[in-house]
T-cell receptor, first 109, second 113 residues
Framework: GESVGLHLPTLSVQEGDNSIINCAYS??????FIWYKQESGKGPQFIID?????DKRQGQRVTVLLNKTVKHLSLQIAATQPGDSAVYFC????????FGTGTRLQVFP | DAGVIQSPRHEVTEMGQEVTLRCKPI?????LFWYRQTMMRGLELLIY????????DSGMPEDRFSAKMPNASFSTLKIQPSEPRDSAVYFC???????????FGPGTRLTVL
């Protein structure tokens, strides 16, 4: 029969705009969250992490926001560049890391 | 610094053959993880080791899959016999601690014909 793959949500943004990628997590006991970036043909690459005692953390051009009340995580990328095009995964950690299905970010000129 | 090293990068084999995937974690990391990534199921944890000891193998699909970590710098994932549905990209990752940030290797793309 025909196989059906995971339908990755896609976010298309213009170069220079800000991107916001969202993620809902499932376990209220999760105490550590990570965002990974995966480019085509490569393994997931660590971007930024946040612990549950924080609600915001900033890196270089990236910011992660954590809302524990609604179990929501977001990744904000400022001044999005073509090199940011990739699939982005959030991951939550309790006793092991559980990955979300990912969001594809497409950057067009 | 060298990251996580995996070999081979690509493997094409026929159904029924034995396949062995290899991983060298980052030096000094105490935890090692094997993942499988497919279009159907995304990224799945198969097994992880802490200080060379298997801690959780609940993600290993069936008895055809086995993993070993004979020392802190080497791990293998073996599939015997391989089946077409095992075709996927297999990633190895390592971290300083079990709940620490995981760093991934480049993956092995396995195709079973």
């Amino acid at each position: 029969g025909e196989s059906v793959g995971l339908h990755l949500p896609t976010l298309s943004v213009q170069e220079g705009d800000n991107s916001i990628i969202n993620c809902a997590y499932s376990n209220s006991a999760s105490d550590y969250f990570i965002w990974y970036k995966q480019e085509s043909g490569k393994g997931p690459q660590f971007i930024i992490d946040i612990r549950s005692n924080m609600d915001k953390r900033q890196g270089q051009r990236v910011t992660v926001l954590l809302n524990k009340t609604v179990k929501h995580l977001s990744l904000q990328i400022a001044a999005t560049q073509p090199g940011d095009s990739a699939v982005y995964f959030c991951a939550e950690n309790t006793d092991k890391l559980i990955f979300g299905t990912g969001t594809r970010l497409q950057v067009f000129p | 610094d060298a990251g996580v090293i995996q070999s081979p990068r690509h493997e094409v084999t026929e159904m029924g053959q034995e396949v062995t995937l290899r991983c060298k974690p980052i030096s000094g990391h105490n935890s090692l993880f094997w993942y499988r990534q497919t279009m159907m199921r995304g990224l799945e944890l198969l097994i992880y080791f802490n200080n060379n000891v298997p801690i959780d193998d609940s993600g290993m699909p069936e008895d055809r899959f086995s993993a070993k970590m004979p020392n802190a710098s080497f791990s293998t994932l073996k599939i015997q016999p391989s089946e077409p549905r095992d075709s996927a990209v297999y990633f190895c990752a390592s971290s300083l601690a079990r709940d620490g940030t995981q760093y991934f290797g480049p993956g092995t793309r396995l195709t079973v014909l």
